[in-house]
């Protein structure tokens, strides 16, 4: 392998100063790897995550949160959109990218393969899920590539808006009647564990994190960012009296955090390695989604080929 000390050293100084990384810039080959396997599985993500509220959409239980929902799930297939967009100037094709997502070779966030049983999953989902995406999107809008950095600016702002309606329902439920309270909190209790997984597997098991820290990709590491998240989101919800599934969970005065009790790293494992609760169901929806578009990207493919000045 050709080693190119000066292209990397200076590469590296490049991002010591705080310039951006451009797409026609010379980087190393490994930094274009790690991006493009980060924002592409970011890209999936949006997009499967786009699932298990879209559901809800025919159920909300009013026109406001109708339309609060489907401009929601809309806004994650443009988030989507966006990402497939900052990894093709990498180098990447859409048609690499959705081929590894669908033949099941590509990760996408865990936390989309758990089933949104009942309408207060929507609202916790916008609540907890969003705002763990809001604290760890905000770190890489910091990050060394310009495309993906200025993605996020675009896409935090509107993850902004996911989490305040989530809040807002959850606020709502928690002070509903006994039955609402009861839902609201139950969802809680199956969303807290795979939100906590959200920010990826303790920073010892975490092979990625040294070489995304180096190169000014990430920039807090994943253990870092899930305490902010804890530290923020658990005194918000004894507020609202709801509690959290952990008999562990307690406040360390010396150190002003509070700790979690262990995180079942095997049921992260099993589920981003394809065997959780809804993976097939999700896998199946997107291949039928792609199947269902398929005529619309032949009638694009033969619309770009016609002559020039000839008819579609
Ligand atoms: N799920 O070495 P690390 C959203 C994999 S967007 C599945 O620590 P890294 C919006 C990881 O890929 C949510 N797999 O990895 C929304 C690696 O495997 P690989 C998505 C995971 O990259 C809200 C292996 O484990 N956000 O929610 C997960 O340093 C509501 C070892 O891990 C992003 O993708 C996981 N949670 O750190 C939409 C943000 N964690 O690839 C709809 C960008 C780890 O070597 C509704 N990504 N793995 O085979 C990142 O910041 C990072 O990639 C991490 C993981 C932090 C996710």
């Known amino acids: 392998m050709s080693v190119e000390p000066d292209r990397i050293k200076e590469f590296e100084a490049r991002i010591a100063r705080g310039e951006k990384i451009e797409p026609g810039d010379w980087m190393p080959d490994e930094y274009r790897r790690q991006l493009i396997r980060m924002i592409s599985q970011h890209a999936h993500s949006e997009v499967v995550g786009m699932l298990p509220e879209g559901g809800w959409i025919t159920r909300a239980p009013s026109l406001r949160r109708k339309m609060i929902l489907l401009a929601k799930v809309q806004d994650e297939a443009g988030h989507g959109e966006y990402l497939y967009h900052a990894a093709e100037t990498l180098g990447a094709t859409r048609e690499e990218m959705l081929e590894a997502l669908l033949s099941g070779k590509a990760k996408y966030s865990n936390v989309f393969n758990y089933p949104t049983l009942t309408w207060a999953d929507v609202g916790v989902i916008g609540y907890l899920v969003d705002f763990a995406a809001i604290l760890n999107q905000t770190m890489l809008a910091h990050c060394s590539y310009g495309p993906y950095a200025r993605a996020m600016l675009r896409i935090c702002a509107e993850e902004n808006f996911h989490k305040k309606q989530g809040q807002d329902q959850v606020i709502r439920l928690a002070r509903g009647t006994p039955r609402q309270r009861a839902m609201v909190q139950d969802a809680i209790n199956r969303w807290w564990w795979p939100t906590l997984m959200m920010f990826g597997p303790p920073d010892k098991d975490s092979p990625n994190s040294a070489v995304l820290i180096r190169w000014g ?52 494992r099993r589920v981003i390695h394809g065997n959780g609760p809804c993976n097939k169901e999700r896998m199946e929806a997107r291949q039928q989604a792609h199947e269902d578009g398929r005529w619309v990207r032949q009638a694009l493919a033969a619309y770009a080929a016609r002559p020039a000045g000839g008819k579609p």
């Open 217 to 268: 990709i990430k920039t807090r590491t994943n253990d870092d960012l899930r305490q902010s998240f804890i530290n923020q989101i658990v005194p918000e919800l004894h507020e609202l009296g709801l509690s959290l599934p952990d008999p562990d969970l307690h406040y360390d005065e010396a150190g002003g955090n509070w700790i979690h009790g262990p995180i079942d790293w095997e049921e992260f």
